[in-house]
C-alpha cells in the first residue's frame, strides 16, 4: 500500500512537470521578438503553406530604413521565410512548380521585385540568385489599418504580405 502511494505521487508529479514545460515552451514563443508564424490555404486545389518569423514594427520606420529600399530583404527576420506549394501554380501569371522554397523580395516605393529561391533551408541573409527559381513583380499597396508585426495571409487570389501601413499581394493561380 506505502509502495501503491508513493508510485501514485510520482505519476502525478510527472503530470504535472509535464504540462508545466508544455506551458513554458509555448509562452516561450510569444516572448520572442520575432515569434514564428505559419500561413496555409488553399488557392483553387494548390495549398500554400508560408513560414516565417514576424517581427514588430516597434515605433521603427520600416520601409526604406529597417528595410530598405533596392536591397534583397528576407521577408520575415531570422531564418529564411520559406513558401511550399503542393501543385504547380503560376504567380504572377509565371510557372513555378511545386516545392518548397525561400522567399525573398526587393522592395522599392512603387513596385517590388518578389523571389522564389530553390534553396530552402538557410538563415535569411545566405541569399543566392544563381539559385533563383522564379522572379516576378508585385505592386505594393498603403493598408486601411497598422500591421504591428509582419503576417503572410493565403487568399483566393494568392498571398498577401502585410507589415505596418502597407501590403503586398502576389497573384498565384492554379494550373489545371
Known sequence: MKHTRIFNSLAILLVFALISSGACAQNDNASKPSPPAEAKGKVGDATVTVNYSSPAVRERTIWGDLVP???????GANEATTVTLDKDVMVEGKALPAGTYSFYTI??????????????????????????????MATPHKSDEMHERLAYEVTDGGLVLRWEHMELPIAITATE
Open 107 to 136: 522592395p522599392g516605393e512603387g513596385e517590388w521585385t518578389v523571389i522564389f529561391n530553390k534553396t530552402a533551408k538557410q538563415w535569411g541573409t545566405e541569399y543566392d540568385e544563381a539559385q533563383d527559381a522564379l522572379r516576378v
Open 69 to 75: 529600399y533596392g536591397k534583397v530583404w528576407r521577408a
